[in-house]
């Protein structure tokens, strides 16, 4: 673990450096101090101290000390835009040292810089194949350069598990990188590398394992009294995330909001881990939503806007992570305005209308909008290969999916309709929404057999009762369900007035608008008489202007 004590020594030995480097022997102690400090934190004052060395060097005449420093510069820089070409020239530089070297640990260097920079811009075929063969060049001599091995490791095993899921593997390589870094300087690579065994357990749905390491993680004293700033950013950052997907949102905001409170702290912190920081926004705006803040969620999404903006950040920030954020503020949006019944059309605040418009234009151009839901020309074959060439973000599914929700008539839904939302569903990351659109198809258009079908699979998925954009949706359809089973149950008008107070008190206005409906329409004296045609008349009436839900709600009173 990292001495916090040597390492605030070393940096600040470091940033009061003023003078060029004239000898071997005191670059080489620079040297050892440098790979100390920037294992664990990247910062401008680091780069303009490597950049300054990198000069001085030259003159020094020792190439292996000359490609070290390279290497800690590209590990600063590769992932800002505005550095991306400079990135490329560096490992350029580094191939001709190596030329003359001809060293297998630069080699694999060499070659695990490329790989990053392909995954920065998005090759990951290519990241993957220079991930591989840096790890072939390095394992023979994994005992000779440690070190080296476990940040090759980390990286291919990163990379090659996104692809191919090979579950084994990617948890021992995994769990021993952790080891390796708990027991050396590398802090921060040690949270990395726990964050990514949390995904694959949580991918795997192993509650108990991810609950184990966290434990370990905050339990213990050696970690916790030796974490600088940026690493706890980075823990609570990565432990909220993994909380936000194992649907603990309560748990997710309390440590996104510390992350938060820590990163904004500083804004050069903000902008040396801009990528955390609009991490952190994302995923508590998201959050903030789940739970009803919806007033706190559109301040955040406000917060990420305007930090977007920022000529600094629109330099550097990298193409599909810009994308991803407008998907994801636009999705948080659209969920808000959808729960408060407004029109997300009539946006007023500039920054808002932007994201609309940037999303609309992309979705209008995007197979995945165009063609996925409604298209009845497309067979299963056409469609999953579009989800697996096209939706490389998945926000655009979840995008599309959530305005079907909201917005498409279900009553009209076709055969075809419902057998492309079966195949969407298997390549979301949280396939209850695609359950409940299919849920509400069957019940509005009379299908009650598959709709029961489809609330007996909901009701056996574990629903946290903290999740509300989920949890309404479960609780009305298994109120529908026994309302199916056994419509002269008494007990079911408190039970849909229970859920309506629920839904209202948490801000849903839309959804208690829809349990008050179905209230109504359990209530009404001409329902049994014309059971299913009435269903579908009034199901989902979302999809209608006010007046018309006015006009359904006075017609449901009067009959009472």
Known sequence: MLDIVEYQRKKKKLLDIQKPVTSISELQEILTDLEYVCANERSSELVKLLEMLIETTKNVNDSQKLFRLYLL????IYFYTEYSKKAEEVIIQMEKINEKNNKIEQEAFINISKSLTNQFHSRMDDAINFASKAVELITPYKNQYDDT???????YTLFSWTKNHNFPDAISNTEDCIQYWYSNYNSQAMIFAIFQLLRIYSFLG????????????FDEEQIQNNLIDTHYILLYLFTGQIYTIRMRTREAIELLTEAHK?????????????????EIIRLLSRCYA???????????????LSFMEEDYVKRNYFE???????????YTLLFIFVQLDLNISGIQDNKLQKIHQYVKSLLEKSNISKNLLLDTSLDEKQMRDILRTESRNPLELYVSLYQHLSSVETYSATEKTIDNIKIIRDFTHNPLYADVILGKIYLSIGKYDEFQNIVDKIKKIKIESEIPVLKPWVDLFVLLQSY????????LVSKFSS???????????????????????????????????RFKQTAFLDIYNNQSKKLVLEYLENEV
């Open 73 to 76: 510069y590209f590990q600063q």
């Open 149 to 155: 091995y476990h940040r090759i490791l980390y990286v």
């Open 206 to 217: 192993d509650d108990e394992k991810i609950k184990g390491i966290l434990d370990w993680v």
């Open 262 to 278: 820590k990163i904004s702290n500083s804004r050069k912190t903000k902008l040396t881990m801009m990528y955390e920081y609009t």
């Open 290 to 304: 789940y739970v009803g803040n919806f007033q706190q969620s559109y301040d955040l999404i406000m917060e990420l």
């Open 320 to 330: 599909y992570g810009y994308k991803r954020l407008q998907f994801n503020s636009y």
């Open 484 to 491: 199916l089973e056994k419509p002269e149950d008494q007990n």
């Open 499 to 533: 859920l309506e107070g629920w839904c209202t008190k948490n801000n849903f206005r839309k959804m208690a608008e829809e349990v008050k409906l179905y209230r109504k329409l359990i209530t009404s004296t001409k329902t049994l008489e014309s059971f299913s045609e």
